[in-house]
């Protein structure tokens, strides 16, 4: 067993840039994390920034499984690499943030199913997203147009007399199905690149509290992690959950109103104190104040935090939630006016383009993470294989 003077000797020299020792990695970017974590592991400083920490001093050699585990965990809050007295410039040039970024996303691509389509997470670009959206929207105006429905008063507001209601879940359900089972198959490849063992009760809660209340981003001192610089903020917390929140509110709404739909029999428009409204009004709001607010976060990044290459996907899915959430609000304030088609045609082809892009962007890094933080709170319950301490 290694003391922890040889592992800081060995984190010397990787440093110094001595190949890493005893590892079957994939790529240099998975080298990169077991370089730096060697460094973390004799340093320790940030043990109790997040659950990278803990999870990685369990570990004295990081394979490919580890890394990707570790990267899956990290929230990307910053706070490990303004702490860190190895950070660049200086010559171990620590950058925890990055490095694990760059993983992750080898991770998504690895783990897509179908395998080919994982390329799509290093195009998925704003520019990408927007046009999707816009191309969407304009095949549907061209089909309402068709039908003499694009401009003018639809009867009773009622979207169905635009788009029928088959038509328009024979063109939605689909997509959105693909999209749930590509994302589900491929955190299952993730999970069993390194199952933790069987998962129980408190393990889950654990896991499930952890999710819902995005705990690591509050910096490990409840005073948040780190943005623009050294300086602690709860606001990347506070719109993450605004955001996280606000869709879930939509997506009740939406679930609510096929429940009215199908086994109610009560068909749209609903009336605005009626729950899908309540519902979908309040999620609107929410996700839209929440994205807006981590579009601001994001372009005030410290440079060094997290992977430039990546801002792209995430801005495209930022600026996709953002445009889905204006265009629901903007339905519900046009309706009984001329443009109520035009804006649904707008509404739908952002929604579908937010679907398609769902399993190959930034999405897959809300079910990744939460499939590692089970990971985690299974593995911590379990006797380390270390046997340095009691855990
Ligand atoms: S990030 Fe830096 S300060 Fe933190 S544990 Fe690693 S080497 Fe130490
Ligand atoms: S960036 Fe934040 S979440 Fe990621 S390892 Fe560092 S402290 Fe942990």
């Given at each position: 067993m290694q003391s922890l003077e040889a592992l800081t000797r060995e984190a010397t020299e990787l440093a110094q840039g001595r190949p890493a020792p005893h590892l079957p990695l994939a790529g240099a970017e998975e080298a990169e994390v077991a370089r730096v974590l060697q460094i973390c592991n004799a340093?320790?400083?940030?043990?109790?920034?997040?659950?990278v920490f803990p999870a990685m001093t369990r570990r004295l050699q990081f394979d490919k499984a580890d890394v990707h585990f570790l990267a899956n965990l990290c929230?990307?809050?910053g706070a490990c690499l303004h702490a860190c007295?190895?950070?660049?410039?200086?010559?171990?040039?620590?950058?925890v943030p990055r490095a694990m970024a760059q993983v992750r996303v080898r991770t998504y691509v690895e783990h897509a199913?179908?395998?080919?389509?994982?390329?799509?997470y290093q195009r998925n670009g704003l520019a990408l997203a927007l046009a999707l959206a816009a191309g969407l929207a304009l095949f549907l105006m061209l089909a309402a147009a068709r039908t003499g429905s694009l401009w003018g008063p639809a009867p009773e507001g009622s979207f169905y007399a635009i788009f029928p209601h088959g038509t328009m879940v024979s063109l939605f359900a689909p997509v959105f199905l693909f999209a749930v089972l590509a994302l589900a198959l491929g955190v299952r490849r993730f999970w069993r690149e390194s199952p933790p063992g069987p998962a129980s009760a408190p393990a889950v809660t654990e896991a499930t509290h952890n999710v819902l209340s995005l705990?690591?981003?509050?910096?490990?001192?409840?005073q948040g992690c780190n943005n623009a610089d050294d300086a602690f903020t709860l606001a990347r917390r506070r719109f993450h959950h605004l955001t996280f929140y606000g869709f879930m509110l939509c997506f009740a709404a939406t679930s609510v109103a096929t429940l009215y739909h199908y086994l109610l029999g009560w068909s749209a428009?609903?009336?605005?104190?009626s729950l899908p409204k309540l519902l979908g009004t309040t999620g609107g709001v929410s996700l839209m104040v929440g994205t807006a607010g981590l579009w601001w976060l994001n372009r005030r990044?410290?440079?060094?935090?997290?992977?430039?290459?990546?801002r792209p996907m995430d801005l495209a899915f930022i600026a996709l939630l953002f445009l889905v959430a204006a265009s629901g609000l903007a339905l519900m304030l046009l309706?009984?006016?001329?443009a109520l088609a035009v804006t649904l045609c707008i509404h739908l082809g952002a929604v579908m383009a937010f679907f398609a892009t769902m399993p190959y962007g930034k999405f897959a890094h809300g079910v990744y993470r939460g499939a590692a933080l089970l990971k985690w709170s299974i593995e911590k319950r379990a006797p380390s294989k270390l046997k340095l301490a009691d855990d």
């Open positions: 340093c320790r400083y940030c043990e109790g920034f997040c659950a929230h990307q809050c007295q190895y950070a660049p410039p200086h010559e171990f040039g620590v950058n199913w179908p395998a080919p389509l994982g390329r799509l705990r690591y981003l509050d910096g490990g001192h409840g428009p609903y009336a605005p104190t990044r410290h440079p060094l935090q997290g992977d430039p290459a990546q309706k009984g006016t001329p």
